[in-house]
């Protein structure tokens, strides 16, 4: 059966269409640990804990949709802890916090050696998340939106 | 001939094969004689687990199921709280939950098109698309703070104001989108390998699919001009001008040309809010004001609001409430009970993907095996939403 011009001209635009992005590279993977994305400032991710500011009054621990917030008692007060493998980083117990005692931070690399070190209690949770180890210090990585190539990535 | 010239054919529950699910097809030779989806292999009963959570709580809890088009979801959720609560988002929350709703419809059909390209052979499609949500979810986690799990809306209103910048970057996302789509017609939409495979097969007639009763995309394919958004609208839509896109072959090809539609449709409608979006609140006023005076003004400039301590034991009034949202994939619809308590006392979602399954056993049989994935793609069905 010959087919239709028609059909070989559809053929042939999408044959010209893949060819040009041969040529028009858009690389769209980051090669990870190599290159590590900046995250945005308001970016939801691990959370920091003032432990100084809190007031005990719960309500983190009492908003937590996951149970990854717990109260515990250090000394004479109730502060509050967090299980990292049950948080769901809503953020509700951020935004419900009145004293602006936790916070959100941009780092979202949670990965760690032993299931203990992601219940934190109070007082490993107040030090903040842990700062990411690279066997090389990696490229530092921003996301902008571009006219003409949808994402680019940039070097800081 | 006896029954054994038909061989039962089981495809799945393994996910590569046909998602979470399993079909028991009944084949004649080649032909599909009968079809049978088997569900429930991702049942996480989301809505009795509501029924031991409060009402703040059940936010992230309803964006579970449906992952790719959570914000929708969300959204249907908290109208029909607001409805129990007897509040009211002010108009500029009403404009960003329309945002949010439409940045996640456009990356929500670009899975639904990568998906169906991947199964249907054309990996190109597939990564072009799961490339370009990309853009979609950075504009999403730049207005939220999360790429998938927003929890954006709350009752009353919404937790983050558009951020600095915002504007230009949609802008520029919609302007390379605009040319993209023109790229994607050209390699996949008018790719006569593609157009091959999926003009008239898997045809759901218009009398069938009222009778059917599925929804979205997939009934807009099949001549029916039925979209929530304007036959009861919500949020910002009624003072937004878009077009419902209706085709009238209902088939697989139509079907993915309505999702293809709906991208631009959505862009149009992005565009609009910005444009035309209020300035005011974006939390309802009685909310707002048990919010204390210093955090306040701190929310006032980074945009980052805090919630009331409230949040934790709202308490309806005794009743029930209905909603229906136009999702990405369909009509979502929420329905609460409540006895007064903080938790509900019954909950409910109907999601678009457990409306549009029962066109699986009526629209395969006559096709052969492998028009199974096309048909499968072109329904745009997501398991983990018909499961909940």
Redesign the interface.
């Known amino acids: 059966m010959i087919p239709k011009p028609s059909t070989i001209k559809r053929h042939l635009e999408a044959i010209i269409t893949g060819l040009k992005y041969i040529f028009v590279k858009n690389r769209l993977t980051l090669r990870y640990p190599e290159m590590v994305q900046l995250l945005s400032e308001n970016y939801r991710g691990m959370i920091k804990y003032y432990m100084d500011r809190c007031i005990s009054c719960t309500l983190c621990a009492r908003i937590c949709p996951a149970d990854a917030i717990k109260m515990y008692t250090v000394g004479e007060n109730k502060l509050p802890g967090i299980n990292y493998m049950r948080c769901i980083f809503c953020g509700f117990c951020v935004d419900i916090c009145p004293k602006e005692a936790l916070e959100f931070t941009n780092i979202h690399d949670l990965a760690y050696y032993t299931r203990e070190e992601q219940i934190q209690k109070p007082i490993e949770f107040s030090k903040g998340p842990p700062k990411p180890i690279f066997k090389k210090e990696p490229m530092k990585i921003v996301v902008k939106l571009d006219k003409s190539r949808g994402l680019k990535y940039e070097r800081t | 001939m006896s029954e054994d010239k038909f061989m039962q054919v089981l495809i799945g529950p393994q996910h590569p094969g046909s998602g979470h699910m399993r079909f028991i097809v009944k084949m004649d030779g080649d032909i599909i004689s009968e079809f049978e989806p088997d569900i429930g292999y991702v049942h996480r009963a989301v809505e009795k687990i509501a029924e031991s ?2 009402y ?6 309803v964006e579970r199921p449906i992952l790719a088009d959570t914000a929708n979801i969300n959204l249907g959720y908290i109208l029909a709280l607001e409805r129990l609560l007897g509040i009211d988002a002010p108009p500029r929350a009403q404009y960003l939950r329309t945002l949010l709703a439409e940045i996640n419809r456009i990356h929500s059909h670009l899975y639904g098109l990568g998906i169906h390209g991947i199964m249907i052979g054309s990996s ?1 499609i597939f990564m072009w698309c799961f ?2 949500r ?2 979609w979810i ?2 999403a ?2 207005l ?3 790429r998938i ?1 927003y ?1 954006y809306m709350i009752p009353g209103g919404v ?2 104001d558009l ?1 600095n910048g915002f504007n230009e ?1 949609l802008s ?2 919609i ?3 605009e ?2 789509l023109k ?1 994607y017609e ?3 939409i ?4 593609v ?1 091959a495979r999926l003009i008239d097969v898997g045809i759901i007639k218009k009398d069938d699919a009222i009778k059917l009763g599925i929804v979205g995309p997939n009934l807009r394919a099949s001549g029916v001009a039925y979209d929530v958004r304007k036959i009861e609208p919500y949020c910002a839509y009624p003072e937004i001008d878009f077009d419902i896109i209706v085709r009238k072959e209902g088939d697989a090809y139509s079907r993915v040309l309505v999702r293809f539609e709906e991208i631009k449709q959505s862009m149009k409608i992005v565009k609009q809010v910005v444009e035309k979006i209020p300035s005011g609140p974006i939390i309802n006023e009685s909310y707002l004001k048990l919010i ?1 005076p210093k ?1 306040r003004e701190k929310a006032e400039q980074t945009g ?4 009331p ?1 409230i ?2 034991n709202l308490k309806p009034r005794k009743g029930e409430a209905i909603s229906r949202v136009e999702a990405g994939r369909g009509e979502v619809t929420h329905y609460i009970v409540s006895d007064g308590s903080p938790n509900p006392y019954r909950f409910r979602v109907v999601t678009p993907s457990f409306r549009n399954l029962i066109a699986f056993k009526y629209t395969m049989p006559g096709h052969r095996l492998a028009d199974i994935p096309a048909i499968y793609g072109s329904l745009d069905y997501f398991p983990p939403s018909a499961d909940r």
């Open positions: 959570k409060r703040i709580q059940i936010v992230p809890l190109t490339a370009d990309e853009i950075e504009l986690q730049e939220t703070g999360a799990t929890s937790r983050r951020p970057k520029k996302a302007a390379y989108m040319e993209r790229d050209k390699i996949f008018n790719n006569p390998v157009t204390p955090l980052i609001w805090k919630m301590a949040f934790i």
